[in-house]
């Protein structure tokens, strides 16, 4: 056997990257109730109550308002929830994701 036979081989380590993060927006409307607003924020994004004001009131005073930050599926599974519980209601609530 020659000396190359023994040697061991090294693998190289390969760094798992950290999935980029997208961030959910609440778009202000002038239709949905501000209080299903909050409940939605609770209930979706498992914000207390006063961080949920804050979030839909920032959102009603400038347009829009970050909700939070996911990784993509994440993210847009949240939304596509919220947004679908608003529509059975009737209600036009928005939400969008971007990345961060």
Same mark, same amino acid.
């Given at each position: 056997?020659s $000396?190359? $036979?023994?040697k *061991? !081989?090294?693998?190289?380590? @390969?760094? /798992? +990257? !950290? *999935? !980029?993060?997208?961030?959910? #927006? ?6 949905? *109730?501000?209080?299903? &607003?909050?409940l939605?924020?609770? %209930? ?6 006063? +961080? ?6 920032? %959102?009603? +005073?400038?347009? /829009?308002? =970050? &909700? ?5 599926? =994440? /993210?847009? @599974?949240? %939304?596509?929830? %919220? #947004? $679908? /519980? ?5 209600? *036009?609530? +928005?939400? @969008?994701?971007?990345?961060?």
């Amino acid at each position: 056997m020659s $000396d190359s $036979d023994l040697k *061991p !081989k090294l693998k190289q380590k @390969t760094k /798992a +990257q !950290k *999935p !980029k993060l997208y961030k959910v #927006i609440l778009l202000n409307d002038d239709f949905t *109730p501000r209080e299903f &607003v909050v409940l939605i924020l609770k %209930a979706e994004f498992r914000l207390d109550v006063s +961080q949920a004001e804050v979030v839909m009131m920032t %959102a009603h +005073q400038k347009g /829009a308002c =970050v &909700v939070s930050v996911y990784p993509k599926d =994440v /993210a847009e @599974t949240k %939304a596509t929830r %919220a #947004i $679908d /519980a608003a529509s059975q209601l009737g209600y *036009p609530l +928005q939400f @969008t994701v971007e990345p961060e």
